[in-house]
């Protein structure tokens, strides 16, 4: 049997029981909503027949020996998975040491028509992006409408391309779909609060740096919680996907992992008290805290987090370097015309005064 700990929640099918192993004795846990407990039709079935309920067991050991009995509580979100152990394919903050993944291509002279043609042609940029990351990209309550500073920044690039900053159409993406919407052509761009590391930039390519955050953690105001150590044996949201858990396995021994389709899902379950504390890049962190006053950043930084906008690898039916030029170009006149620092005081002063954006480095290249 299996020796990491994971725990699956949800699916496409329904609600289902999910039996984990870690090897040892049993440690069982279950998550359960509308009415508690399960019979034994159910448990064989491996589903609930459609109540609504939702179980879960952790076992240790050869033998499987029963769901113990226990109170109601808030069920996991959809597609949740608990982690106890550091497990193999977490996202990599770095497949080589000595890569350096920050240069992108210089921007050139040619023009949006030259370097973008089927974009133009279309009519439209499609960008990737979040719906529901608070201060980044999320739906306004009062209009519906999509804002914040990644919509801000897919709206500039759209006004270079078209002269039109409306001529954009946004899909939703998780932060574990991101490279494959890429990819697979779904996307032109993904803009999703994105760190730029060497091992992504083994599958995509991304501009130069548009921001650069740092990994903090986030706790419950007066929970003890100050520091990473603090979080040994402790319950850790992230969102699926990124690299903010592969830091927490390098710092601790012990820990449990909950990784989310959403950041919107670590601040239900960390008001659910089904976990400690969540942990990601500062930038985020702040739109969390917006939402809850009993929730604070706490600790140093952890890590320099460079943002850049993913963009699919070029291949011979697919020349993107036209692309990267044409979005490095935006990036460099919003960083000198003001536009940058106008979009940090909209949606990030909270987090001090603008530390203006990360000055580019480019890809070495001849003269032409």
Do not use: K
């Not at 440690?27 to 508690?36: D, N, R, T, W």
């Not at 069920?75 to 608990?82: E, F, K, T």
């Not at 002269?163 to 779904?186: C, K, M």
């Amino acid at each position: 049997m299996s020796a990491r700990g994971t725990w699956r929640s949800g699916g496409s099918a329904g609600r289902r029981a999910a039996r984990v192993v870690t090897g040892g004795v049993l440690v069982a846990a279950l998550a359960v909503s509308g009415a508690c407990g399960v019979n034994d039709d159910d448990e064989a079935r491996g589903d609930d027949g459609g109540s609504g309920r939702e179980t879960a067991s952790v076992v240790t050991g050869s033998d499987y020996v029963g769901i113990p009995e226990v109170s109601a509580v808030m069920p996991l979100p959809a597609g949740a998975v608990v982690t106890t152990e550091s497990p193999t394919g977490l996202p990599q903050v770095s497949a080589d040491e000595s890569c350096d993944p920050l240069p992108s291509l210089r921007p050139d002279d040619a023009t949006p028509e030259e370097r973008v043609p089927r974009i133009r042609d279309r009519g439209r940029l499609i960008v990737g992006l979040d719906q529901g990351s608070n201060l980044f990209s999320f739906r306004d309550p009062a209009t519906g409408q999509l804002t914040g500073f990644d919509v801000d920044l897919a709206r500039e690039i759209a006004r270079d391309i078209f002269g039109d900053p409306g001529q954009v159409e946004f899909r939703s993406l998780t932060s574990a779909n991101r490279i494959e919407a890429l990819e697979n052509n779904q996307v032109d761009v993904v803009i999703r609060s994105m760190s730029i590391t060497c091992a992504r930039r083994e599958v995509i390519t991304f501009s130069v740096p548009y921001y650069r955050a740092y990994q903090r953690v986030l706790a419950v105001r007066g929970s003890g919680i100050t520091e990473i150590e603090h979080l040994e044996g402790r319950r850790v949201c992230v969102a699926a996907g990124t690299t903010s858990a592969s830091r927490l396995w390098d710092e601790l021994d012990r820990l449990t992992v909950l990784s989310v389709n959403t950041w919107a899902d670590c601040l239900v379950a960390i008001q659910q008290n089904q976990v400690d504390a969540i942990t990601t890049d500062d930038a985020i962190l702040v739109g969390i805290t917006a939402q809850d006053p009993y929730l604070e950043i706490v600790g140093p930084q952890l890590n320099a987090e460079p943002y850049g906008v993913g963009i699919a690898r070029s291949t011979p039916g697919n020349d993107t370097d036209g692309l990267v030029r044409q979005v490095n170009s935006t990036l460099e006149r919003i960083r000198t015309d003001g536009t940058w620092n106008r979009m940090y005081s909209t949606w990030l002063s909270g987090l001090g005064p603008s530390p203006g954006m990360p000055a580019p480095t480019y890809v070495p290249e001849e003269p032409r």
